[in-house]
């Protein structure tokens, strides 16, 4: 088998040599083992952010869609889907119920009524989960309001966009291309989406959205954010989802800027999460999903690579803002 460990802490962008890839013998299952056969790897910013906080080297966990090829588990039989956090390899031997962090698991594929199996690592596993509770429970919008998404090309900021028209919200993404820009808004429905990179994003924030915000779904943090949480109407709510803008960064914090008179003037409720708390939803959040997928109210867009050895490509480009929607590689 072969497997990719990670045996550096990452300086700045992750580089190749930070990386080995690892070949071994897979020993004999044992009682309750499976082995899986990896179709799908899903490569996500929390593996650039996670990496301070790893213990090196360590095998490059992550979500996967894969097959079970040799069971010694009645659950599991021969020729199962499964979605597991076995990370990088091309087989790996799982086991049920032995969870090593919040994001371990290992079920079977759920019927996604002929949907791709890749979408388990998608929009419709905890990154639809992340789009839908992290939006929904925390924002709690109502028709007609307006609602900011930063990160919006990407695989949950272009769901968060589309379940916010769903609700009949007015919709304004932040994207680093003129590319995505024009996908959200011609492909995604959304009302206006804007190029972070090229304007002035508290001018521009100003015109697109003259009555303020209501809702800021933010994937991104830092200065962006604070910009946005400053034209925030009274009682507006902020979900705090991710900091990808600090997550290449070392050492000393980024500087502040001070936001808590806008929170205080507007009554802003500010929350952040981690979607594993919401892990007991997914029955219920992911045929509804499914639902929306298959009527065509929502697209899961994806970007996939191919190729086990292109992994770290995947990942890299991902975090440089190559991809519209969820980055995959197919194995
Ligand atoms: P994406 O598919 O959105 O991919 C990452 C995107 O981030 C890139 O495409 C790029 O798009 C953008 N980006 C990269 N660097 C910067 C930067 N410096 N400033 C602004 N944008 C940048 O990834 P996900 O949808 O998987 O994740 C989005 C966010 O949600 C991340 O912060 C992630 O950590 C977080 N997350 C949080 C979870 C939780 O439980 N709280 C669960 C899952 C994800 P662009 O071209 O627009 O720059």
């Known amino acids: 088998a072969r497997k990719y460990v990670v045996k550096n802490y990452f300086k700045g962008v992750p580089k190749r040599e930070d990386f080995e890839i690892v070949e071994y013998d897979l020993p004999p299952l044992k009682d309750g083992e499976i082995l899986i056969k990896t179709e799908w ?3 996500d910013p929390y593996q650039r952010a996670y990496n301070k906080l790893s213990k090196i080297p360590y095998d490059q966990f992550g979500l996967q869609v894969g097959v079970v090829k040799e ?11 499964v979605v597991s956090h076995k990370g990088w390899c091309d087989y790996t031997i799982a086991k049920d119920g032995v969870q090593a962090s919040p994001l371990d698991h290992l079920y ?4 996604f009524k002929g949907l791709s199996p890749s979408l388990a690592v998608g929009a419709l596993g905890l990154i639809g989960l992340t789009a839908y509770a992290g939006f929904l429970e925390i924002c709690k919008p109502k028709a007609g309001e307006t609602v900011v998404v930063t990160g919006a090309a990407g695989a949950v900021g272009s769901l968060v966009g589309q379940i916010a028209k769903i609700k009949g919200c007015k919709v304004i ?17 959304f009302d206006k989406a804007l190029n972070y990179k090229t304007v002035d994003v508290a001018k ?4 697109a959205a003259p009555k303020g915000v209501d809702c800021y779904f933010d994937n991104v943090g830092g200065e962006i954010s604070s910009i946005i949480i400053n034209q925030m109407n009274k009682f507006g709510r902020v979900s705090v989802c991710g900091s990808i803008s600090s997550y290449n960064e ?3 914090m980024p500087k502040a800027t001070i936001l808590q008179p806008a929170i205080i003037s507007q009554n802003l409720m500010i929350q952040g999460f981690l979607v594993s ?7 219920k959040v992911v045929p509804e999903l499914v639902d ?6 929502l697209k899961a867009a994806e970007h996939v690579t191919e190729g086990f050895d292109n992994i770290f490509n995947a990942f890299v480009g991902m975090l440089a803002g190559e991809n519209k929607g969820k980055a995959v590689v197919k194995v």
């Open 41 to 43: 790897i899903s490569v």
């Open 71 to 81: 069971s010694r588990n009645p659950k599991f039989p021969v020729g199962t889907k």
């Open 108 to 111: 079977i594929l759920p019927d």
């Open 173 to 189: 993404g932040f994207a680093g291309s003129d590319d995505k820009v024009e996908w959200l808004e011609k492909e995604l429905g």
């Open 204 to 207: 521009a924030l100003k015109e």
């Open 250 to 252: 070392e050492g000393s």
């Open 277 to 283: 708390e919401w892990r007991d939803l997914m029955p």
């Open 292 to 297: 929306w997928i298959k009527s065509g109210q």
